[in-house]
């Protein structure tokens, strides 16, 4: 039973144009959710991040909106660089298990 | 260095055989994780230290995988009699304290080859 899904396991947009990589999850006791990217041969570097008793959180290009009635979240990329080709996990944090579960990734292809 | 080091970076090993990875953690970071990442997935979680105590194993596959920090920094994973299905990237991670939200910190992996 995976707990965190993204669905897209890939994504190809126009350089300039909007990026929007999106995650569900099923287990309503996740509190915290964080973005990851990943380039080839390198361990995952953090993004950004939202609280569960927050709905958006913006950080430079990159915003991560949260809907909790739909178990969803998306992470929005405005505007998309050939530098932002990688891949991208959605994780999900409960605060009583210590650990952070992953999605299977999507890889973004930024086109010039 | 600054970041999270492990080695070795690849490790082929002959179904069987015994192997070791090890995982240095940003200094003074409390938690420690190991992931196990299959090709085309996500990183699965495989264990949980905060400085020397394992509070959590509930990802290790069988009793072949074992993991310690004895001293609550370096940590080591060892994959016992070692099988086909065991290939995959392990990863160690490492954060400040813990919590949720707490960002995680990983290195670049080992990859390991079981023939």
């Known amino acids: 039973d995976q707990q965190v899904k993204q669905n897209s396991p890939s994504l190809s947009v126009q350089e300039g144009r909007i990026s929007i990589l999106n995650c569900d999850y099923t287990?309503?006791?996740?509190?915290?959710f964080l973005w990851y990217k990943k380039y080839p041969a390198e361990g995952p570097t953090f993004l950004i991040s939202i609280s569960s008793i927050k709905d958006k959180n913006e950080d430079g290009r990159f915003t991560v909106f949260l809907n909790k009635s739909a178990k969803h979240l998306s992470l929005h990329i405005v505007p998309s660089q050939p530098g932002d080709s990688a891949v991208y996990f959605c994780a999900a944090d409960n605060t009583n298990a210590g650990k952070s579960t992953f999605g299977d990734g999507t890889t973004l292809t930024v086109k010039p | 260095g600054a970041g999270v080091s492990q080695s070795p970076r690849y490790k082929v090993a002959k179904r069987g055989q015994d192997v070791a990875l090890r995982c240095d953690p940003i200094?003074?970071?409390?938690?420690l994780f190991w992931y196990q990442q299959a090709l085309g997935q996500g990183p699965e979680f495989l264990t949980y230290f905060q400085n020397e105590a394992q509070l959590d194993k509930s990802g290790l596959p069988s009793d072949r995988f074992f993991a310690e920090r004895p001293e609550g920094s370096v940590s080591t994973l060892k994959i016992q009699r070692t099988q086909q299905e065991d290939s995959a990237v392990y990863l160690c991670?490492?954060?400040?304290?813990?919590?949720?939200?707490?960002?995680?910190?990983f290195g670049s992996g080992t990859q390991l080859s079981v023939l």
């Open positions: 200094s003074g970071h409390v938690s």
């Open positions: 287990n309503s006791m996740f509190d915290y």
């Open positions: 991670a490492s954060s400040l304290d813990t919590g949720s939200g707490e960002k995680l910190f």
